[in-house]
């Protein structure tokens, strides 16, 4: 029994020695999934809270616009474009959605009106249909903002009010997911885009017929590669949590170990896809048509590059089953949110019996050449 | 009295409706040399691929060293090294670690540049294999071949798509491996590569074995049934010019 761990301990060592080897393999496994981090997190890593894109369109002279004018591009909730001179730039802009909507402040705003003894006026809010939410959220914005103009003006009780209280605990961001998310897409690129290449070729030149000649079995190949993959993958995952870290400012609660252990069954278990598509392929043919039904819906359903929880409900009780699902729902409850193995027992069952079922086929559909 | 190591029985192979192996018997004596020549499409591969148990036998036994092959498969793996006819190995994987990966399949541990050296090359050690010539490549897959010690040796085409020197290289390492007691089967397309190097063959046709003898009582068969060549009063052939000019040395 010892020899034959042996065999299994010289196959992992030296073929993880060969990916590091190989420039080509190294960019697909460590380099390709860092720059979609760059992508994404460049997209989602800074989008703290909520804001509006508007433009704003001052035709008034008053000195009661200008001082409206200032409020509302000081603003935190408003981002104003400003590109957008005339109204019907703004316009174009919406219909292109974007911009949320159009802030005008008119001609007459901020004069006395005949018959009135203090300046008035009326801000308009200009936004499409798509822009409904938006347009009704910014007019009580902007109204909030103009009660301070008001009672300079008039004075006036206000018997009930709402106050915001903004709770310091800090919640998950849009990066929080998209980073469970890209290590998901990047588990899948090893797992699954690494054996089915690597076996049609290996096939194809007659190197796994060649071991087939040796007492070599097939749970030692399986092993000794799912080892090499394993450690590979640590490599690739840490340094995208390093980047994380530093550029992104993702914020890591768990416990290490548990996230490394976690990593290592996820790579495993979906190491077993590529291994089941790619041992049973005769070449690159069989191969690709069939490693895309399997990925496609995964990438798109499992929460790879958009969280599940956008997903209608029913939608999201079938995708839970998803091979992937678990392995991203799982990173992010440990890493942003400190939850421990107990906490994952749906997930740790899903995967388990997902293994289980992965690797029965994997060994049955097993060809050396 | 010798010993027999293999004995074929009426072996068969059958591919759909084409019988390509059609129940052929022989037997291989322990330490031999033993040829199987034919041409292409005669089951030679096919045969050999049987005895190694790469392939299911449809029909007859193959016994090597009293182990049945169909029913002990990786008993027969353990005592047999396996030559393929195009050798190739993994890349960005160096001599040494080839040597290292053969050796661990069989779960043994060995000293790598004891078997490079065997086969000349000692110096390529930490080479990758993809920078091999042929030779060197067929070098290299004989040595990873017998990292286990083999009792017998299955060579399929070896020479086939080598130079001159190279091919007469390998010839002297199949003798040497001959002379350490390992019984060697081999195909070949080349006829004065068998005359040379195997004590005994077997010329198949159409999934039979049609005629099996020392290569000389084949020879004297011919002749005593009449056959006359065409007189040639050269004492040399081209290939001797050849290897005159370009000298025994390895090129690779």
């Known amino acids: 029994m010892k020899k034959k761990w042996y065999t299994v301990a010289v196959f992992a060592r030296l073929n993880t020695r060969r ?124 109204n909030a903002g103009l009660q301070k103009e008001n009672s300079k003006y008039v004075s006036t009780f206000v018997p009930f009010q709402a106050q915001g209280d903004e709770q310091h605990n800090k919640s998950l961001t849009q990066f929080d997911y998209t980073f469970a998310g890209l290590l998901g897409f990047s588990i899948i690129g090893m797992g699954i885009f690494g054996p089915i290449n690597v076996f049609p070729e290996l096939k194809k030149q007659g190197i796994l017929r ?76 069989q191969a690709a048509p069939l490693s895309n039904i399997v990925v496609f819906p995964m990438m798109f359903l499992s929460g790879t590059f958009f969280p599940r929880f956008l997903m209608p409900e029913w939608l999201q009780a079938v995708t839970n089953w998803l091979p992937l699902s678990p392995v991203i729902d799982g990173i992010r409850l440990i890493t942003t949110e400190g939850k421990g193995l107990l906490d994952l027992g749906p997930q740790i069952g899903i995967m388990a019996i997902w293994t289980v079922v992965i690797y029965i086929i994997a060994f049955r559909v097993f060809r050396w050449e | 009295m010798t010993k027999k190591i293999i004995t074929v029985d009426k072996l068969r192979k059958k591919y759909g409706d ?10 291989v004596e322990k330490g031999e040399i033993f040829g199987i020549l034919g041409p292409n499409g005669a089951g030679k591969t096919t045969t050999l691929e049987m005895m190694e148990a790469m392939r299911p036998i449809d029909g007859g036994t193959a016994v090597i060293d009293g182990i049945d092959v169909a029913s002990n498969p990786y008993e027969i793996r353990r005592i047999i090294g ?21 050796s661990a399949a069989y779960g043994e541990k060995v000293n790598p540049m004891e078997f490079l050296e065997d086969v000349n090359l000692g110096e390529k050690a930490d080479s990758f294999a993809e920078t091999l010539s042929g030779g ?9 071949a017998l990292v286990h010690n083999p009792k017998v040796f299955f060579m399929d085409e070896p020479t086939t798509g080598l130079d001159p020197q190279a091919r007469r ?44 003898d020392s290569p000389k009582n084949l020879i004297k068969q011919l002749l005593a049934k009449g056959f006359k060549k065409k007189q040639h009063v050269e004492q040399a052939d081209l290939e001797d010019v050849f290897i005159d000019l370009t000298g025994k040395g390895l090129r690779d």
């Open chain 2, 82 to 102: 396996v030559q393929p006819q195009t050798p190739s190995f993994q890349d960005k994987t160096k001599l040494v670690e080839i040597i290292e990966l053969f």
């Open chain 2, 18 to 27: 084409r019988e390509v192996v059609k129940g052929i018997s022989f037997e």
């Open chain 1, 19 to 142: 990916f590091f080897r190989d420039r080509l393999a190294l960019f697909f496994g460590i380099l390709f999934p860092l720059i979609f981090l760059f992508v994404f997190g460049g997209i989602f890593g800074h989008s703290s809270g909520t804001s509006f894109k508007v433009g704003f369109i001052n035709e008034s002279t008053t000195a009661e616009a200008k001082s409206v004018a200032n409020e509302l591009t000081h603003n935190k909730l408003l981002k104003v474009d400003k590109d957008v001179k005339t109204a019907a730039e703004a316009k174009e802009k919406m219909l292109r959605s974007q911009l949320d909507a159009t802030i005008v402040l008119p001609k007459d705003f901020g004069e006395v009106k005949p018959g009135t003894k203090t300046p008035s006026g009326t801000v308009q809010v200009q936004y499409t249909q798509n822009g409904e939410s938006a347009g009704s959220a910014l007019t009580s914005i902007i």
């Open chain 2, 169 to 212: 290289n390998l010839w002297e390492l199949v003798q040497q491996v001959r002379d350490k007691g390992v019984t060697v089967i081999m195909t070949t397309h080349y006829m004065d590569e068998a005359e040379l190097l195997c004590d005994r063959v077997a010329i198949m046709d159409q999934g039979q074995i049609i005629a099996m």
């Open chain 1, 210 to 285: 060649r071991f087939h000649t040796t007492t070599l079995r097939v749970w030692q190949y399986f092993i000794s590669t799912m080892i090499s993959q394993a450690a590979i993958g640590l490599v690739s995952l840490g340094i995208m949590f390093i980047v994380a870290i530093t550029v992104f400012h993702l914020h890591v609660v768990g416990n290490w170990l548990l996230i490394a252990l976690w990593l290592v069954f996820s790579i495993t278990m979906i190491l077993g896809i590529g291994l089941a598509i790619g041992g049973w392929a005769k070449n690159e043919r």
């Open chain 2, 136 to 144: 060197q490549k067929q070098r290299l897959s004989i040595a990873a």
